[in-house]
């Protein structure tokens, strides 16, 4: 069975710094793109930032320079550093794995079940 757990999420001062982490299990992780998203009560849910399996970024454009996407294939864990957080960051963040377009496109395969992230201005 394959599950995907996010961790790190919190409350944290507009400014501040968090780490996200997505550890994986019951997957090949090492052969999956992993992608982070994020989603407000009643709003579309949107990616933030991906990373495929050979280490190839991409973030979306509200966070790029602020947010860091990276992989530990030994670990099985996906991490999201997020630097310089704004008060607009406040989401639900959620981790999934997928192919190298899907994660783009949102059509994952796993998803995680989310972490909360509250920036408070």
């Known amino acids: 069975q394959v599950q995907l757990a996010e961790s790190g999420g919190g409350l944290v001062q507009a400014g501040g710094s968090l780490r996200l982490s997505c550890a994986a299990s019951?997957?090949?992780?090492?052969?999956?793109?992993m992608g982070w998203y994020r989603q407000a009560p009643g709003k579309e849910r949107e990616l933030v930032a991906t990373i495929s399996s050979g280490g190839s970024t991409y973030y979306a454009r509200s966070v790029k320079g602020r947010f860091t996407i990276s992989r530990d294939n030994a670990k099985n864990t996906v991490y999201l550093q997020m630097n310089s957080l704004k008060f607009e960051d406040t989401f639900v963040y959620y981790c999934?794995?997928?192919?190298?377009?899907?994660?783009?496109?949102?059509?994952?395969?796993?998803w995680g079940q989310g972490t909360q992230v509250t920036v408070s201005s």
């Open positions: 999934a794995a997928g192919t190298a377009g899907g994660v783009l496109t949102g059509t994952n395969d796993y």
């Open positions: 019951g997957l090949t992780f090492g052969s999956y793109a």
